[in-house]
């Protein structure tokens, strides 16, 4: 079935770099996201990657895909006290484009140390 | 500014109290919202996806009767937990679709449920 695996934990400290990893199943899913949830909120898409792409990056944050491992990273650069948090990395479901349903991994709680 | 309002944003009540959330979308039509619920640490749930002037779909596990899901104009979408316990008390967020736009689903800020 469709699946979606990520590691529970990252600590960094603040200005170094953060790389959260995400495996995935469905090899079908057309668009990959990454969301954020900060504490008691609800989720926030930080950014999407098409699945005929390598690479996106956008400001301080560099999505990276390959498909032929079914693997997905989110890198941080400089990353701040801000960015603390949990990520989520998450596919569409089999069959699913943009309006799909969403299959999301555990979460990545990434905490920055000053 | 945020697309999808979830209210309320925080409930108490006591055992036995029906509790209902609303859902709506601020600047576009939702014929799909979705509902979820997420326990601490964990990641999200798929409860139902809620479909405008039809039944919602539930996932499997999910009670139908106890979660009740109406979605009766393209803006609003409500839950409503009836008869709450409290294993009910949990982290129940909404979300919605937006087929104009480049996002999946617009998220709404969640609601925190707890049944004493």
């Known amino acids: 079935g469709e699946d979606v695996e990520q590691s529970l934990f990252l600590s960094v400290r603040e200005g170094d770099s953060s790389v959260i990893n995400c495996t995935y199943t469905d090899s079908s899913s057309t668009y990959l996201y990454w969301y954020k949830q900060e504490p008691g909120a609800g989720l926030q898409l930080l950014t999407y990657?098409?699945?005929?792409?390598d690479m996106k990056q956008d400001q301080r944050l560099t999505v990276l895909l390959n498909k032929k491992d079914k693997h997905l990273s989110l890198r941080i650069a400089d990353t701040q006290t801000g960015d603390s948090a949990i990520y989520f990395c998450?596919?569409?479901?089999?069959?699913?484009?943009?309006?799909?349903?969403?299959?999301f991994g555990q979460g990545t709680e990434l905490s920055v140390k000053p | 500014g945020a697309v999808v309002s979830q209210h309320p944003s925080r409930v108490i009540c006591k055992s036995g109290t029906s509790v209902k959330i609303e859902c709506r979308s601020l600047?576009?039509?939702?014929?799909?919202m979705f509902w979820y619920r997420q326990f601490p640490k964990q990641s999200l749930m798929l409860m139902a996806t809620?479909?405008?002037?039809?039944?919602?779909?539930?996932e499997q596990g999910v009670e139908k009767d106890k979660f009740l899901i109406n979605h009766a104009s393209l803006t609003l979408s409500t839950l409503t937990v009836t008869s709450a316990h409290p294993e009910d008390s949990s982290f129940y967020i909404c979300?919605?679709?937006?087929?104009?736009?480049?996002?999946?689903?617009?998220f709404g800020d969640g609601t925190r449920l707890s049944i004493l």
């Open positions: 998450a596919e569409t479901s089999r069959g699913g484009n943009q309006g799909g349903k969403l299959i």
């Open positions: 600047d576009f039509q939702a014929t799909t």
């Open positions: 809620s479909n405008e002037g039809s039944k919602a779909t539930y």
């Open positions: 979300s919605a679709r937006d087929p104009g736009g480049p996002q999946p689903q617009h």
């Open positions: 990657i098409f699945s005929n792409m």
